[in-house]
């Protein structure tokens, strides 16, 4: 189920099948019980042109790997099995175009998945995919950038359900030194139109960023920072993740235990 316990909220993505698909289980077991609220579940592509090098270089790992969409939504399966926290396969079209969208989301919605991003997905051509996805009851997310006007925040506020996912600032996904003010100011844009949760992503990638977050919205998306230290610490990937979000949600629990203390 798609939720947003604490502010903010982890929703953390990894690239499935980097370095093989067993390892991302365990990988992803581990994030969610050091405290990822949201996993995002990162379909390997060819042209992944909404990335940075870090994610592509993961990619192409998955890809040489096999990594396929199924295997994909199989993996999510088994996740499923072994907790409820939220869901989301992150992908491009082509893929989901391929496999066909009605099963697409039959399949999504037998394994448990709560919803999808479709990273170039146009609204305008959306039509059949939000039919199919509506019938099965999974979130139907959409990435809103600061360079959209209010008029298209308007409509993907709209056509959104689970979260709106707020992108920090223009370019591809990469960690950054300092979290850009568009983020703030997107935010802000968003809540005339939107009354779902916002999650912000594309460059938190410490703990200071992710904290900063939590002063304007209810989430932060962290991708290519646990990526990367998936990438430097072969054979001990699990252990690594569990670290890095134990270190990007400290300041969180140090609040509650704040709060929990008056």
């Known amino acids: 189920m798609l939720a947003f316990p604490q502010k903010p909220s982890l929703v953390a993505y990894v690239t499935c099948g980097d370095p093989d698909l067993a390892t ?21 592509f060819s ?7 870090v994610i592509q270089r ?52 037998g394994a448990g998945i709560d919803g999808a991003l479709l990273t170039d997905m146009p609204l305008e051509e959306a039509g059949e995919y939000l ?8 979130a139907t997310i959409f990435l809103a950038a600061p360079t959209s ?44 139109y939107a009354k779902l ?15 900063a977050v939590g002063e304007f919205a209810e989430a932060g998306v962290v991708g290519s920072a646990i990526v990367e230290t998936i990438e430097r610490n072969r054979g001990r990937e699990p252990e690594a993740v569990a670290q890095f979000v134990k270190q990007l949600t400290a300041h969180r629990a140090q609040q509650s235990a704040r709060k929990a203390g008056r």
Not at 88 to 102: C, D, E, H, Q
Not at 166 to 191: E, F, H, Y
């Open 24 to 44: 991302t289980r365990e990988i992803v077991l581990a994030a969610i019980d050091a405290g990822a609220d949201v996993i995002e579940l990162g379909v390997p």
């Open 47 to 53: 042209d992944p042109l909404a990335d940075g090098p």
């Open 58 to 109: 993961a990619s192409e790992r998955a890809l040489r790997q096999g990594t396929t969409l199924e295997q994909v939504i199989e993996l999510a399966a088994q996740i499923r099995k072994a907790s409820q926290v939220g869901l989301i396969v992150f992908t491009y079209l082509n893929p989901v175009m391929r496999l066909g969208v009605a099963k697409f989301c039959a399949a999504a919605q």
């Open 131 to 138: 039919r199919e996805m509506r019938r099965r009851d999974l």
């Open 149 to 192: 006007t209010n008029e298209r925040l308007k409509h993907i506020a709209a056509e959104s359900r689970g979260f709106v996912y707020a992108v920090s600032r223009t370019g591809v996904t990469g960690a950054r030194k300092q979290l850009p003010d568009d983020a703030r100011n997107l935010v802000q844009r968003l809540r005339k």
């Open 197 to 211: 949760p916002i999650a912000v992503g594309f460059g938190i990638s410490t703990p200071e960023q992710f904290a």
